[in-house]
T-cell receptor, first 109, second 114 residues
Framework: QKEVEQNSGPLSVPEGAIASLNCTYS??????FFWYRQYSGKSPELIMS????GDKEDGRFTAQLNKASQYVSLLIRDSQPSDSATYLC?????????FGAGTTVTVRA | DAGVIQSPRHEVTEMGQEVTLRCKPI?????LFWYRQTMMRGLELLIY????????DSGMPEDRFSAKMPNASFSTLKIQPSEPRDSAVYFC????????????FGAGTRLSVL
C-alpha cells in the first residue's frame, strides 16, 4: 500500500464546474502536504501547499487538510480547459516527499 | 532564475550500456532529489542529498544505480549496465531548507533502453 492514496479517477468535469480531488495518507508523522499539477509530457509543478488543519485558498484553488482523518483535498472552482492535467498529492514528514498515483482531470469545453 | 536544469532531455540507449543523467539545481538550494516516474509505479524518490551529502538512498532500485553530487551545482545519476526495465522519466528536483520542503522539478530526462 502506498503511503499516499488518491481517488483514482479519471475525473471529467464540464467547464465552469468544480473539480474535487481527494487524497489520504498513512504516515501520521506527515506535516506538510502538497498538490502538484503535471501536464502530459511535462514535469510536476507545485500549485498548493498546506501545513495546518483547515482550508487554504489561492485563486480558484482551495486545499483542505484534516490531520485527524489523514485526509487532504483540492477543489478547483470554475474549471477551465487549461486545468486538464494529472494532479499529484504528496505528503512529507521530513525532507522526503511521498507521492500518490495521481488523478487525471479532463475539463470538457 | 533558470530553474532546475537537466540533461539530456531524451536518451535512447541499448541494453548493457552506461547511462549518465545530469542535473543542475537552483542556485542556493541545499537539497537535491532524484525521482523516477513510470506508469506502473508513479513518481518514486530514488535518492536525495543535503549539502552535497547523500542522506537517503533507500529508493535506489539496484546496485546498477549510483548517484553523486561533487559540488553544490551539479549531480549525476548513473545506470550501469542499463536494462529495458529502467526505461522511465527521471526527474531532478531541488529545495531550500526553511522553505518547508517546497520542491522544484526539472524538465526531466526521458530514458529509453532498447
Amino acid at each position: 500500500q502506498k503511503e499516499v492514496e488518491q481517488n483514482s479517477g479519471p475525473l471529467s468535469v464540464p467547464e465552469g464546474a468544480i473539480a474535487s480531488l481527494n487524497c489520504t495518507y498513512s504516515d501520521r508523522g506527515s506535516q506538510s502536504f502538497f498538490w502538484y499539477r503535471q501536464y502530459s509530457g511535462k514535469s510536476p509543478e507545485l500549485i498548493m501547499s498546506i501545513y495546518s488543519n483547515g482550508d487554504k485558498e489561492d485563486g480558484r484553488f482551495t486545499a483542505q487538510l484534516n490531520k485527524a482523518s489523514q485526509y487532504v483535498s483540492l477543489l478547483i472552482r470554475d474549471s477551465q480547459p487549461s486545468d486538464s492535467a494529472t494532479y499529484l498529492c504528496a505528503g512529507s514528514n521530513d525532507y522526503k516527499l511521498s507521492f500518490g498515483a495521481g488523478t487525471t482531470v479532463t475539463v470538457r469545453a | 532564475d533558470a530553474g532546475v536544469i537537466q540533461s539530456p532531455r531524451h536518451e535512447v540507449t541499448e541494453m548493457g550500456q552506461e547511462v549518465t543523467l545530469r542535473c543542475k539545481p537552483i542556485s542556493g538550494h541545499d537539497y537535491l532529489f532524484w525521482y523516477r516516474q513510470t506508469m506502473m509505479r508513479g513518481l518514486e524518490l530514488l535518492i536525495y542529498f543535503n549539502n552535497n551529502v547523500p542522506i537517503d538512498d533507500s529508493g535506489m532500485p539496484e546496485d546498477r544505480f549510483s548517484a553523486k553530487m561533487p559540488n553544490a551545482s551539479f549531480s549525476t545519476l548513473k545506470i550501469q549496465p542499463s536494462e529495458p526495465r529502467d526505461s522511465a522519466v527521471y526527474f531532478c528536483a531541488s529545495s531550500l531548507a526553511g522553505e518547508k520542503n517546497i520542491q522544484y522539478f526539472g524538465a526531466g530526462t526521458r530514458l529509453s533502453v532498447l
